[in-house]
């Protein structure tokens, strides 16, 4: 079976009642856990944009603390896994802000981190990509926000 593209599927969507749409969101959230995590932060994180950042950056703090250190081999499988739900969660906003402020979050837990990272090459690249990200993101941002952000970069 062929996906249909988004703008036929926003033309077929605008044909139906809104109860034909509840129905049709229900059942795309039983499908995939993904689905589910969007429709939540549309619903209930969405108007509250820090709320959502903070409790994002709660669970960053947790999976760092979890983090097996035994040998660089774990901690750049965690590591990655880290940045693959950050990642996810900067889909689900769209926001340049919040990437920035989550990328960042996750440059200095990294940094902090013990062992230090600086033995590895492979999560001195992981460290230093995440950083290129952020200065994208900041460069498409308003004057006063980069200037904030740029100071935070510095302090890295």
């Keep these: 079976m062929k996906a249909a593209t988004v703008s036929e599927l926003k033309k077929e969507l605008s044909t139906r009642s809104p109860k034909e749409l509840l129905e049709l969101c229900l059942r795309l959230s039983k499908f995939k856990k993904e689905n589910k995590e969007l429709l939540t932060y549309l619903l209930y994180e969405a108007p509250n944009e820090n ?69 590895s090459t492979i999560l001195k690249n992981i460290y230093d990509r995440q950083i290129t990200m952020v200065k994208k993101a900041v460069a498409t941002l308003h004057e006063d926000l980069q200037y904030d952000y740029e100071m935070e970069l510095k302090d890295l």
Excluded: H, W
């Design 51 to 119: 709320g959502y950042i903070q409790s994002v950056k709660n669970e960053i703090d947790n999976q760092f603390e979890e983090i097996n250190t035994q040998s660089y081999y774990f901690i750049k499988k965690s590591v990655r896994k880290i940045l693959r739900n950050i990642k996810k969660y900067i889909r689900y906003s769209k926001k340049k802000e919040t990437e920035a402020d989550l990328l960042i979050y996750f440059c200095v837990k990294l940094k902090r981190m013990s062992p230090s990272m600086n033995r």
